[in-house]
């Protein structure tokens, strides 16, 4: 339950709108013995989980010498690592988190009928609540829908713009032997610059990117919600009809990779010119309402373990898409997915978009970025909303880019501490189709927060420790690469310390 360091509230953004009172609703505090409502808890500096644990997993506690051996048997990748020696994880947020009591009744409900289940439409009725595209086609996740749209739309000589690529996304596009381009506002790749809606496209750059590719050759425009790779930053509803104006006027469609859909309506309702006061499921329609597709992957706000979908309006496009489906999924009414499964996603979607979750999820991740960023910790600002990223480079300049200062971070932060975060920056980005190899945008470390599970102790202290080591920096060397597949490299390439 994690408090405010500050008497600023966490989450707030200088010169942005995140304090003020929201409309009907009285912030002067009251004891009047009344039912407290969720806006009163703004009274309060605590920052309060809106739920009790039901069930507890127990987490193994290390020595500095068993971790350093894990290390070395791992290749100094901490996705080898056997995930017991991990104490606090934070690799990613992404099928890590808790699931409710009522997503586990959702799982004693799914049908596992091959065809029509029950579970399907469950599954379909809550998406299409939230993003009412005329075609849903589900996925086991994210990247399964991305293979699948760009197998259908993409190949050489084809450009696909994005604020920014997730990995996985950029794969699947290059995969296709197509260009995936990075057009987020020049704010967006500077850590330290602050802006309401970091994530935001660079509407002038993607129109100049368009023409200079030719339209006809521009299958699609991607808007990633929130933008992951660039901190986890919002993009707003203004951008996001800009952006629907460039696509309408040149005839491109435009889609959403919306993994974490809900963090970025809460941003636009908390940050937003005119928006605080519409409910959340309101602002994600709105959002939906500007594009023409999707991809989701559900192991985000969708706070299912596994799951994701691919949802659009074209009709011919949905029809190669499920064929496709039918090819590497399974049949269009389970895609890949157990009729469980589709029930959890179900559940989840109706409980991500509650406000007092939202309320506590963005403000518990700003309180390890405010924490670290008192302390004199290079922090990506404003804080993202599922997870606040190191700015490795920053912190370790006597590393160069090619000697991986975010891995060397990592590395570090695992062996003190046991913490696992993971490295967004040129181990993740610098290697090129051709195999050629230059500094990525930005050397980040993410410390994810898996959602719904870690409480104030186990952020407390990873403070400590991140404090610890930050203050140690100089000590900390780079590594070199010693074996790499041709892409997405950072899951499985081994390394080794320089010196
Ligand atoms: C923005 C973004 N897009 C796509 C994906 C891929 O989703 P999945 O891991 O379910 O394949 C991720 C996963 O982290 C992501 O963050």
Known sequence: MPSAGSSRRPGAVEGGTAERCRGNVTCTPHVTGRLLSTATMD???????????????????????????????AGWNLFNLHADDVLIDLLTDSGTGAMSRDQWAGI???DESYAGSPSWFAFRDSVIDLFPFRHVIPTHQGRAAEKILFSAIGGPGRTVPNNTHFDTTRANVEYTGADAVDLVIPEGRVPSA??????????????????????ANVPV???TITNNSGGGQPVSLRNLRAVRAVCDRLGIPLFLDACRFAENAWFIHE??????????????REMASLADGMTMSAKKDGLANIGGWLALNDDALAEQCRNLLILTEGFPTYGGLAGRDLEAIAQGLREVIDEDYLRYRIRSTAYLGEALDAAGVPVVKPFGGHAIYLDARALLPHIPPLEYPGQALAIALYREGGIRGCEIG????????????????????????????????????????????????????GVRIVEQPPALRHFTARFEPIG
């Open 43 to 73: 009274r309060w500096r605590t920052i309060i989980e809106p739920f009790r644990i039901h069930s507890v997993e127990p987490i193994r506690l290390t020595t500095v010498e068993e971790r350093e051996a894990a290390l070395r048997a």
């Open 108 to 110: 004693q409900h799914g």
């Open 426 to 477: 040129t181990v993740m980005f610098g290697r090129h189709p051709d195999g050629s190899e230059t500094p990525a945008a930005m050397d980040l470390v993410r410390l994810a927060i898996p959602r719904r599970t870690y409480t104030q102790s186990h952020v407390d202290y990873v403070i400590e420790v991140v404090r610890w080591v930050a203050e140690r920096a100089a000590e900390l060397r």
């Open 271 to 284: 940050r937003e010119e005119g928006q605080a006061g519409r409910s959340i499921r309101d602002i994600v």
């Open 221 to 223: 425009v991607i808007v």
């Open 194 to 215: 602050l802006h309401p809606f970091k994530g935001n496209m660079d509407v002038d750059a993607l129109e100049r990117c368009i023409e200079e590719r030719g339209a």
